[in-house]
């Protein structure tokens, strides 16, 4: 991710500052006085019915959970969670890091070609083809193969994934990338990350869980938290949240019905994208850190209802993008984990892992068509215009649910966004939809069994990260510091 205009109010939501933060403006007038509840609406559609809707993108901004979802999905109170913890990292696609779930033995490699029947089988996952390539410059083919740079840079941006992309074909990762593209075909194993390796074997994960837009971090970001980019295209802040009229976004939305949330890191919070509520009195007493205070909050079972958690990609390597070691991530979420594994906020949470957008990675498998969300064309920092739209999905990015009711060893099939883990934090805390897009969202649920949760009993994972001193010496980096200071 790169940071554009990164100013000091990064620096100083990050803890790097003793400037006194001056706020931007209030929550838009919200009265803590009274909350917002979703109406009594009888639920008499099944699932096939709506989900059918859904894909026609037959729902709008404002349409509250149980209008969208079939009566078989539990919405609201019917949900066992109390806490939701939403952890994005940075752009890795789903084939460089879970591209050898099948070769290293974790799953079956269906067939997921056109009449395949790899998508009625949860104990297969969708994995590069044999002899799946792109052409480098010279139109030779270039293999998926081990990740031998550890550290590097991809392009990512609008025009790049686009062109990547290639209307379908996912067959221009290499040449966006050149000099040397061929980078992009790489891939992680469980040499590099078993305990990811683990939980997906162990948990639930999403083969067709895509990122929200086909561009870069912020866009994708600001789907998660509110449904929409509002027409941002590239990395760049929510203008559109102001004093007079402030951006609708979930962290709003929460505190409308009453409920609490938190922005954990250890670099600069996602929530400053929205540059007025960012640095409202609301928002900056909930503006956390990793190292510390989340995990002093699982121990304490102080969980908020939703949290959200994102590494340190400014002043540390722990995002995950491919400038860091994968690691360095993989080992501080590893360490999140299982203190949540141990504490008794363990049988009511749900985790959903996930990452903001394949950061220029390969992945074989074409975004998917999505519903606008509200007909604001691509646009960017000074005035900049892009060609398309928000029409379609970004590519494949990995996702895994961990949590007492996820299901186990469960591959899913269904399509997801960043907007379906909004429509889940929705679907349980009753909360309207921000756009059309999470409004045709489908939640994950089919990940999840509530009636008979597989993992009351956390379960034991010996799989451990371990970071090659040589490779953090050859990146010149570190890694991140955990637990509190004595």
């Known amino acids: 991710m790169v940071l554009l205009g990164a100013s000091s109010a990064f620096a100083l939501a990050a803890g790097c500052s003793d400037e006194p933060i001056t706020p931007l403006g209030g929550a838009g007038g919200m009265s803590s006085s009274s909350t917002v509840k979703p109406p009594d609406t009888p639920r008499t559609e099944t699932e096939a019915t709506l989900a059918a809707k859904r894909k026609a993108c037959g729902f709008q901004k404002g349409a509250w959970p149980a209008e969208t979802l079939g009566l078989e999905l539990p919405v609201y109170d019917d949900i066992p969670i109390d806490h939701i913890i939403v952890i994005m990292q940075e752009n890795r696609s789903f084939d460089h890091y879970f591209g050898r779930l099948a070769a290293q033995g974790y799953y079956s490699a269906g067939d997921f070609t056109e009449g395949g029947d790899g998508l009625a089988h949860p104990d297969q996952v969708d994995v590069p083809p044999p002899g799946w390539s792109n052409p480098d410059a010279m139109g030779n083919p270039v293999l998926p193969h081990p990740d031998d740079l550890h550290c590097f840079q991809s392009n990512h941006g609008w025009n790049d994934l686009h062109d990547a992309w290639n209307g379908g074909l996912n067959d221009h990762f290499v040449t966006n990338n050149d000099p040397d593209g061929q980078r992009v075909m790489s891939y992680q194993d469980d040499s590099v990350i078993p305990f ?288 509190c200071a004595p």
């Not at 929205?274 to 205070?293: A, H, M, T, Y």
């Not at 220029?360 to 892009?386: Q, R």
């Not at 960043?418 to 009753?430: V, W």
């Not at 756009?435 to 993992?455: E, G, I, K, V």
Request: net charge negative.
């Open 196 to 483: 990811y390796y683990a939980l997906a074997d162990t948990f639930a994960i999403g083969d067709r869980y895509f990122a929200s837009a086909m561009t870069s971090t912020w866009p994708n970001r600001f789907f998660l938290m509110a449904g929409t980019s509002f027409g941002i295209a590239d990395n760049s802040f929510a203008l559109n949240d102001t004093v007079d009229s402030p951006a609708p976004q979930v962290f709003l939305s929460l505190l409308a019905a009453g409920r609490t949330w938190a922005d954990y890191t250890d670099g600069p919070h996602q929530v400053l994208f929205f540059p007025n509520f960012g640095f409202s009195p609301e928002s900056i007493s909930r503006l956390k850190n990793v190292q510390c205070d989340l995990l002093s909050d699982i121990e304490n079972d102080a969980l908020p209802d939703v949290a959200f958690v994102m590494g340190n990609q400014v002043s540390g390597y722990s995002d995950e993008t491919p400038e860091s070691l994968p690691g360095i991530g993989a080992s501080v979420v590893e360490t999140i984990l299982r203190k949540l594994f141990a504490s008794p906020a363990w049988k009511s949470t749900a985790v959903f892992i996930t990452y903001d957008e394949n950061g220029g990675l390969a992945d074989h498998v074409p975004p998917e068509p999505a519903c606008e969300p509200d007909g604001i064309a691509p646009h960017g920092e000074g005035g900049k215009t892009f060609d398309g739209k928000f029409d379609r999905t970004g590519f494949r990015v990995p996702f895994l649910v961990v949590s007492p009711y996820a299901r186990a060893h469960h591959v899913s099939h269904t399509v997801f966004d960043h907007t379906s883990i909004l429509r889940f934090i929705q679907a349980r805390f009753g909360l309207p939809a921000l756009s059309a897009r999470d409004a045709n969202a489908t939640p994950p649920y089919d990940m999840f069994d509530f009636t008979a949760p597989p993992h009351l009993a956390p379960p034991e994972i010996s799989a451990t990260t371990k970071v090659p001193e040589d490779q953090l010496a050859q990146c010149k980096q570190e890694l991140a510091p955990i637990g």
